[in-house]
């Protein structure tokens, strides 16, 4: 069945009327839409209960006033949301951020991609995103649990364990989430598994940490493997070093892999002889521990720093976007693609613009987007609730062979979905169909809600 040309147009329009000055909503969106659009165009019962454009109108919105005062007695004010954006599926699952440049637009961004994201991991959680414009980057310990302390005040009321159960995402790892289930603790009187990411006292999941940075390489190892190749010897690049950054280095340097840059916001080094595991593990002290700037790695061991560049203009085997949205322009994908690089699988959240993708998969290269191949985080968050709920906490075998099962799921979901002539597979288009059917089809069993 073919489109209408102008559907995509007209559905677009419509979503850009509604939403104006969120460009990287109607970004998120229509990467979904295009791949959907064509899937419903035979099926009236998508079409006729208009799935397409309630799932592009968020359950609920919340925004809000978060003051709290800095080490010098100053008080600040910023703004704190969470975009709950459907929970067909089960409780509003998904990140909390903060950094400078969160606005209502990435976050509905965010909460719109987790939704297929959550459905994709097989598990029972529905999409939703939070966060705020607040920068933990140069505050002291006390101003950033003062200022988790002043956010979870006002989320708590929006937020439980069979409501919605943030995790962690840019700016928040297991300090905030520490702060933060700590204040809610208090506010309701309740123990619960209201957030995932926790530490491992107070009902954190073993291989949380890893499970994001594992997984996109999981889904890359799936790809190669389909196509009768493998991680050995090939040269990648990974932008980022932070949490899905350093799991996803630490894992090609075990498959075999050769990892030859990382970066931060600021830049990124390149080590032509390999990041190994004595430097990735500078690298992570210094991220983690140190709070430090990448470019002090130039002192520590052999390497060059390229100051307000990123990594992409470097030839490689395969890349591995893990920093944030929108790095990856047109032009650096078209020089990906030039300079050999066979296979691409997204860390990060919509990392790559639409030209970008447009190029990945004309080009026929291995691509996985991020739906996809980050969602081994979340899976495990998953996997977290459900320990959470039983009172009980799963080994590390287990919970790292469940992990390594979901990708494959996802994987396998993707091909299926996603399988074109000639035993090309648009992964893009397979994840977009199989994150959609499951969602789809619940709304579809509770009417009009
Ligand atoms: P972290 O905060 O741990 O690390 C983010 C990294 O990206 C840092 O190296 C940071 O540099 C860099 N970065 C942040 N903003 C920018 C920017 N505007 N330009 C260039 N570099 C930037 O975050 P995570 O590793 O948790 O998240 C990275 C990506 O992965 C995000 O897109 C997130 O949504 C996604 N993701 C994360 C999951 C998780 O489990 N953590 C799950 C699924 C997706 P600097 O040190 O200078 O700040």
């Known amino acids: ?227 009768g190749d493998g991680f050995e010897g090939k040269t990648c690049l990974v932008s980022g070093s932070g949490n899905v950054a350093q799991y996803a280095a630490e894992k090609i340097i075990q498959l075999g892999g050769k990892v030859v840059t990382m970066s931060d916001s600021s830049g990124f080094i390149h080590v032509p002889g390999g990041i190994d595991e004595e430097k990735l593990a500078y690298i992570i002290d210094l991220k983690n521990v140190k709070r430090g700037r990448l470019e002090e790695a130039t002192k520590q061991f052999e390497c060059t720093y390229h100051a307000g560049e990123r990594p992409w203009n470097v030839p490689c085997d395969l890349a591995f976007p893990c920093a944030t949205q929108n790095e990856i322009s047109g032009a650096e994908a078209k020089a990906l693609i030039k300079n050999g690089c066979m296979g691409i699988s997204e860390g990060a959240n919509m990392p790559t613009v639409q030209e970008g993708i447009d190029a990945f998969i004309e080009s026929k290269i291995l691509f996985a987007p991020s739906k996809a191949a980050n969602a081994g985080g979340v899976a495990v968050s998953g996997l977290e609730m459900s320990q959470n709920s039983a009172r009980i906490s799963w080994k590390e075998p287990e919970l790292q062979q469940l992990l390594r099962d979901i990708m494959q799921g996802i994987h396998d979901n993707c091909v299926e979905y996603g399988a074109e002539q000639g035993g090309y597979v648009n992964y893009l288009k397979g994840a977009n169909i199989a994150g959609f059917v499951k969602v789809a089809d619940a709304m579809l069993a509770y009417g009009v809600v």
Not at 127 to 137: E, H, L, Q, T, V
Not at 157 to 176: C, K, L, S, W
Not at 179 to 193: A, H, S, V, W
């Open 1 to 227: 069945m073919t489109v209408a040309a102008d559907d995509l147009d007209t559905f677009m329009n419509g979503l850009k009327r509604r939403n104006p000055g969120e460009p990287e909503f109607h970004q998120a969106v229509q990467e979904v839409a295009g791949s959907i659009i064509p899937f419903i165009q035979d099926k009236p019962k998508y079409i006729k209960m208009r799935i397409l454009e309630r799932l592009a109108e968020p359950d609920r919105v919340v925004a809000f006033r978060v003051c709290w005062e800095d080490d010098e007695g100053n008080i600040r004010v910023n703004r704190g949301y969470r975009v709950q954006n459907c929970n067909a599926i089960g409780p509003y699952k998904g990140g909390i951020r903060f950094h400078p440049s969160v606005t209502l637009s990435v976050l509905k961004f965010l909460a719109f991609e987790q939704t297929f994201k959550n459905s994709l991991t097989g598990l029972p959680m529905g999409g939703g995103k939070g966060g705020a414009d607040f920068n933990p980057k140069g505050k002291s310990d006390n101003e950033v649990m003062r200022f988790c302390q002043s956010f979870m005040t006002e989320l708590h009321r929006h937020i439980g364990p069979d409501t919605d159960v943030p995790a962690g995402d840019i700016g928040v790892g297991a300090r905030e989430i520490g702060y933060m289930f700590g204040q809610y603790k208090r506010l309701e009187n309740q123990f619960t598994g209201v957030l995932t990411g926790k530490g491992m006292e107070f009902g954190g999941s073993l291989i949380r940490t890893e499970a994001t940075g594992y997984g996109t390489i999981y889904m890359m190892q799936d790809m190669l493997t389909r196509v």
